[in-house]
């Protein structure tokens, strides 16, 4: 898998380039830790780690061919720069370097440093089988965790207690982690896209959730906007129907050969005739993998265009300030035949 990852790789490099990103480190080797550089050229791959990772450093070399290792205990700089051998050019990965790192290097350094952008990523937009799966069993947590909501908030002492009980329920189900401290946004919180959840009480109406975990470092990621008792104001009825046609006339949009602005444009048009359309404050969606954001884009600018193995979230959403918001949000993998929808817990108001 990592030498398919690599050869793929290497079919799009004009010079050596030099992994720094850890979600593409992650994504060529399969290294978990929290500090390496890999340095991939057409004929030499070089894992370079400290000590804390020498172990783990030798696993990795070992699943990928001709792969060496080094370890450092201190001068990375002089480390990196005897790799980088009479190299004439190195790229870097722009959008991940520091300042300090780039300057540390071009002092020594007789190679010219080029900038590079989304060369790994690119590559990572299209999932595999196996990281399809992943990210169907993270899914598959967030829809485990959605059918205990309304128990957990029954006892919840805050929108933050609901969080936790969300993490302890994907723990249950299977997560490896949360993505991130899940979103409960109670009443005119909910007019916040990405409210942080702490000490308010639930109430009795209306809660916006977005959470997600990983499972073997996928990650998933689902919204949904629920009444908890009762029926709803009649104008949270009308946000919530605007929302769930407009999340699914995205997600029909969803398919080979279409761009993330036509998607987006889908979910907006949808947004428009009801008269929403300045209420929805985000784009559409984002890809889903390593990352809980990266590519491809679905978004009013995104000139991106959608490939089979792509998987990318569909949430609209629309916000009132002092009032309340709606969003929705699936996972939705591109297949050559259109697309599947990865989360399946219910989206009606009354879930
Ligand atoms: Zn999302």
């Known amino acids: 898998m990592y030498n398919e990852r690599i050869a793929k790789l290497r079919s799009r490099l004009e010079d050596p380039l030099l992994v720094t990103f850890l979600p593409n480190i992650r994504y060529l080797t399969g290294f978990t830790g929290s500090n390496a550089f890999v340095l991939v050229s057409n004929d030499r791959l070089v894992f370079i780690t400290d000590g804390r990772y020498a172990e783990m450093g030798e696993r990795i070399v070992s699943g ?7 370890t450092y205990r201190t001068g990375l700089v002089d480390v990196l720069i005897e790799q980088f051998g009479d190299s004439e050019r190195v790229g870097l990965e722009a959008k991940d370097v520091s300042w300090s790192f780039v300057h540390g290097l071009k002092e020594k350094a007789r190679a010219g440093l080029i900038a590079t952008t989304g060369v790994v ?3 990572r937009a299209v999932k595999d ?7 169907a069993a993270a899914a598959a947590v967030g829809d485990a965790a959605f059918t205990q909501v309304r128990e957990l908030a029954a006892t919840a002492q805050s929108e933050a207690d609901l969080g936790w009980g969300i993490v302890g329920a994907m723990r249950q189900a299977g997560g490896r982690q949360a993505g991130w401290p899940p979103i409960a946004a109670a009443g005119p919180n909910a007019a916040l896209p990405h409210h942080l959840s702490a000490g308010d009480p639930l109430g009795s109406g209306l809660l916006l959730l977005d959470y997600g975990c990983t499972v073997d470092g996928y990650h998933s990621d689902m919204s949904r906007t629920i009444w908890l008792q009762g029926e709803p104001e009649e104008e949270i009825k009308r946000m919530h129907g605007a929302v769930l046609e407009s999340q699914e006339a995205g997600i029909a949009a969803v398919a080979p050969g279409v761009t993330g602005h036509d998607v987006d444009e889908a979910c907006r048009a949808v947004l428009r005739d009801y ?10 969606g984002h890809g889903v993998g390593l990352e809980i954001h990266e590519g491809p884009r679905l978004a009013k600018s995104s000139e991106d265009v ?21 969003r929705i949000e699936d996972m939705v993998v591109v297949t050559a035949e259109g697309h599947r929808v990865l989360t399946e817990s219910d989206k009606g108001w009354n879930a």
């Open 306 to 326: 959608l490939v089979a193995g792509n998987v990318v979230t569909v949430e609209p959403g629309i916000y009132v300030a002092g009032f309340g918001g709606v």
């Open 64 to 70: 990928i061919d001709g792969a060496e290792l080094v």
């Open 129 to 135: 089988d196996a990281e399809i799966a992943s990210l």
């Open 275 to 284: 008269g929403y359309e300045d209420l929805f404050l985000h784009s559409t």
């Open 121 to 123: 990523e690119q590559l």
